[in-house]
């Protein structure tokens, strides 16, 4: 081939490959790491929520509610006062400001259920599960809605810098539990632990949606769960009432090797931080926030994995993540935004040896 007309073709590729290239569409911009998450639970749709002015000064991310987002415990076979409780909480004032302002994301617990300690055998577990998706704008041709339960997982962020939420369904599919034989008791004040292996917290459709959510790639993922999972120190609601089921949640951390596990409850109108370092092969957190508007409760809990005590006034949580150090850092929040208990962590601790 001639050299000239060597150069033409060469020059012909060359303004086709150009313009190739202009053709295609740009890349999207990277996905921003999270850098701050708040998360609460307890909050009566009747009452003033000045914690939200905490709350949104605290320009967080994204902000998760942990359950007992409203209280609407129903009577009725219509579950009218779930709905009526909902569309009350949807015009309150400090709940609207901060949907308009922060993403947010949620599970419930057992007054935005429709029933009080509720499981399972609740009657009206469908349709409360409609009235949540409406409320909390689920899609609904979305995974999430086309199953039984709430539980979802979200991840955000690029790799490297990735965080995945994780959150639990602790009331659909759960089992009753054991009531106490001696109300009131420190320790025992509703419920005892139940051995009875057949007995279910997350049910089994959920237990092997969890496995392969923890297969998936992950540098931080929080646990919502709401109710405790670690306390060890009452006899309300939580994980250790089914002790075989919370061994279970462990093992199959353990299993799957999920890196970067925290946890993060509410329930119990008081907040605290546990920590147990012989549940997985690293350190496991809990950071329990409780509540937004509706403090309860007098004296201390007892238990060997609460870190210092517990705090009873309005409260949220807060969970800082530092990529640049790799470090995470969960506090509880008072009504003025400032830190009352606080913990942090190395991100490179929290992995399988």
Not at 2 to 20: H, N, Q, S, Y
Not at 46 to 57: C, K, T, Y
Not at 231 to 246: K, N, Q, T
Request: with cysteine; net charge negative.
């Amino acid at each position: 081939m001639k050299p000239r007309i060597e150069a033409l073709l060469a020059a012909a590729l060359l303004a086709l490959a150009c313009g190739a290239a202009e053709e295609q569409p740009p890349a999207a911009p990277a996905e921003p790491a999270l850098e701050r998450i708040g998360v609460g639970s307890c909050l009566k749709q009747d009452q003033p929520q000045p914690i939200f002015d905490a709350v949104l000064d605290d320009d967080f991310d994204l902000f998760v509610f942990l359950g007992d987002n409203v209280y609407g415990d129903v009577e009725s076979e219509d579950l009218r006062e779930l709905s009526d409780a909902y569309a009350l909480q949807a015009a309150a004032d400090g709940f609207s400001r901060l949907r308009e302002a922060v993403p947010l994301a949620a599970t419930w617990d057992d007054h935005d259920y429709g029933l009080n300690d509720g499981g399972a055998d609740f009657f009206g577990r469908e349709q409360a599960q409609r009235i949540f998706e409406d409320f909390w704008d689920v899609p609904a041709d979305s995974e999430r809605a086309s199953r039984p339960g709430v539980h979802d997982a979200v991840s955000y962020g690029p790799p490297g810098e990735r965080v995945q939420l994780i959150l639990l369904d602790t009331r659909y599919f759960r089992s009753a539990l054991r009531p106490t034989d001696e109300r009131g008791v420190p320790g025992k004040e509703r419920y005892v632990p139940d051995p009875d292996p057949a007995k279910t917290m997350l049910g089994e459709e959920q237990w092997a949606w969890l496995r392969g959510v923890l297969d998936e790639e992950a540098d931080l993922r929080i646990l919502a769960s709401s109710i405790q999972v670690i306390a060890d120190g009452h006899g309300y609601e939580a994980w250790r009432h089914l002790p075989a089921e919370r061994d279970r949640l462990f093992a199959l951390l353990r299993e799957t090797e999920a890196n970067g596990v925290v946890i993060v409850s509410g329930d119990r109108h008081r907040a605290g931080l546990y920590r147990d370092d012989e549940a997985l092969d690293y350190p496991l957190l809990e950071l329990t926030a409780s509540s937004l508007n509706s403090p309860s409760g007098s004296g201390e809990e007892a238990g060997p994995y609460r870190l210092g005590p517990t705090y009873r006034p309005e409260n949220y949580g807060a969970l800082s993540i530092d990529w640049t150090f790799r470090s995470v850092t969960l506090e509880v929040r008072g009504i003025d935004g400032e830190p009352v208990l606080s913990e942090t962590l190395d991100l490179d601790d929290l992995r399988a040896e």
